[in-house]
């Protein structure tokens, strides 16, 4: 069975640009999560949606941070505009849908920004 | 605010030895306590989770322990083998929740 989908695996890109991360959960699961893993802050939830609708944001950053799942195979996270500090790990994660299930992550998108 | 401390940051260990990682929490509404494993360049999952109604979780050579009167959990790695070498996080959540709150991670280098 496929895992959790991430695209690009690889971002480099100069600050002020817009970029979007994308995510594909595993089929079936209903909830969605956006981590950021940094050195220093380790690994912090950004945001995260259960049936589509999003239930935490309280991670997110600032404004430039956006997030959105139109269904229930992809989601999105904008960063506009982007600024060095933005360079990190991002990981996406998917569960079944209630509380004690496993997360199942995917290779992460590693994002650099000049 | 770091809710759920973690440690050492990092853990050298000789193949055979055993590994002890540690956590503490803070925050009494915590009820589920998974470990995760994640290695270069991959995410982290999921390799054994506890909750607070029992002191010892085994899965193979993975033990938790967990002591809910001092509020911190540990993970025990017997017989280290050079393949577990990787980043190991703790996490908390709260009961009803899916939001976990994670360790700093702890790594380990298992000497062959």
């Known amino acids: 069975d496929a895992g959790v989908i991430q695209s690009p695996r690889h971002e480099v890109t100069e600050m002020g640009q817009e970029v979007t991360l994308r995510c594909k959960p595993i089929?079936?699961?209903?909830?969605l999560f956006w981590y950021r893993q940094t050195m220093m802050r380790g690994l912090e939830l950004l945001i995260y949606?259960?049936?589509?609708?999003?239930?935490?944001d309280s991670g997110m950053p600032e404004d430039r941070f956006s997030a959105k799942m139109p269904n229930a195979s992809f989601s999105t996270l904008k960063i506009q505009p982007s600024e060095p500090r933005d360079s990190a790990v991002y990981f996406c994660?998917?569960?079944?849908?209630?509380?004690?299930?496993?997360?199942?992550f995917g290779d992460g998108t590693r994002l650099s920004i000049l | 605010q770091q809710q759920v401390k973690q440690s050492p940051q990092s853990l050298i260990v000789q193949k055979g030895g055993i590994s002890i990682i540690n956590c503490a929490y803070e925050?009494?509404?915590?009820?589920?306590f998974p470990w995760y494993q994640q290695f270069p360049g991959k995410g982290p999952a999921l390799l054994i989770a506890?909750?607070?109604?029992?002191s010892e979780k085994k899965e193979g050579r993975f033990t938790i322990s967990f002591n809910k009167s001092a509020k911190q959990f540990s993970l025990h790695i017997m017989d280290s083998q050079p393949g577990d070498s990787a980043t190991y996080f703790c996490?908390?959540?709260?009961?009803?929740?899916?939001?976990?709150?994670f360790g700093k991670g702890t790594k380990l280098t298992v000497n062959p």
């Open positions: 994660a998917s569960s079944l849908g209630y509380s004690n299930q496993p997360q199942h």
């Open positions: 089929s079936g699961h209903n909830s």
């Open positions: 949606f259960n049936n589509n609708v999003p239930i935490d």
């Open positions: 925050n009494t509404a915590f009820d589920y």
């Open positions: 506890i909750r607070p109604d029992v």
């Open positions: 996490a908390a959540s709260k009961g009803g929740s899916e939001k976990l709150v």
